[in-house]
């Protein structure tokens, strides 16, 4: 998957990217969300476009921001919630939505069953 950040985009009015798309940093309301092992959330950030180094640093500032240690990250399975715009997630075939942990993409191996 190529990367989808051919340049940054200028940040918000309040001068950061919150709230914005994790591939391409423009504004958006939409979430994706993994739920499983950290290093799933690590690899649909990758599926998604974000390099390895880029994708791993999203996950431990996740990590950080939910009061782990720097550098740390929990053990066992987590939710990691990410903006991504529709346009960042149409090439993975994802479909983000518009509310929150509305489309949570389970790792096959922690997926619970479902009738």
Excluded: K
């Amino acid at each position: 998957m190529t990367n989808h950040r051919p340049h940054r985009p200028e940040p918000g009015l309040d001068g950061t990217y919150e709230d914005s798309c994790v591939i391409c940093l423009r504004g958006t309301d939409t979430l994706l969300a993994f739920r499983g092992p950290v290093e799933w959330a690590i690899a649909g950030l990758a599926h998604l476009g974000l390099s390895r180094a880029e994708a791993t640093a999203t996950v431990e500032n996740w990590a950080a921001e939910q009061g782990y240690p720097d550098g740390t990250v929990p053990a066992g399975d987590v939710t990691v919630g990410v903006r991504v715009c529709r346009e960042c997630a149409e090439p993975s075939g994802w479909r983000p939505a518009i509310a929150p942990l509305a489309n949570v993409i389970g790792c096959p191996d922690t997926m619970e069953s479902r009738p």
